[in-house]
């Protein structure tokens, strides 16, 4: 498990509300299979509701922190990988594992080719990444989280 980094780059301010956007338009018929990630706040221990991108790579699921130091993945690793995640209708707890560096890298070079073009385009705006490659996405390794999904 890695540890959590101290944020170099931030996200772009507008994220937060893109992300409020989204959970509103779910909230009201659109954008069903958007996953959403729901977990308690390390401070106020409030529901946290966060909308990402899971990709499956040999049969397993994974979340990647787009920026280092990303609020849900803190939250995370202070619940202990509790959480649950919505998908349409289906509502599931879930535990999840923090990879290490190396066992993250074969999800992080397969990222730009399984999770759309949404995230790594706003990690390669922000400066996360220089370009859209799985070279440029594997070097990430040790920078932002990669996390198992595991149904509980």
């Not at 498990?1 to 659109?30: E, F």
């Not at 401070?43 to 499956?56: A, F, M």
């Not at 509502?91 to 070079?109: F, G, I, K, N, Y």
Request: charged share 20%.
């Amino acid at each position: 498990m890695t540890s959590d980094p101290t944020p170099s780059i931030k996200p772009p301010r507008w994220i937060k509300y893109v992300n409020r956007l989204m959970l509103a338009i779910r909230a009201v018929g659109g954008m069903q299979e958007l996953p959403v990630l729901t977990v308690a706040g390390r401070r106020s221990g409030k529901p946290r509701r966060t909308p990402l991108t899971v990709v499956t790579l040999d049969g397993h699921r994974y979340l990647l922190e787009g920026f280092p130091g990303a609020d849900w993945a803190r939250n995370v690793r202070a619940a202990g990988g509790t959480a649950t995640l919505t998908t349409g209708r289906l509502t599931q707890p879930v535990h999840l594992t923090e990879l290490d560096a190396e066992s993250a890298v074969p999800v992080l070079r397969a990222w730009p080719d399984r999770s759309g073009t949404d995230g790594p385009n706003i990690m390669k705006n922000a400066g996360v990444v220089d370009e859209i490659s799985p070279d440029a996405f594997a070097a990430l390794a040790g920078r932002c989280a990669v996390f198992r999904i595991d149904t509980l």
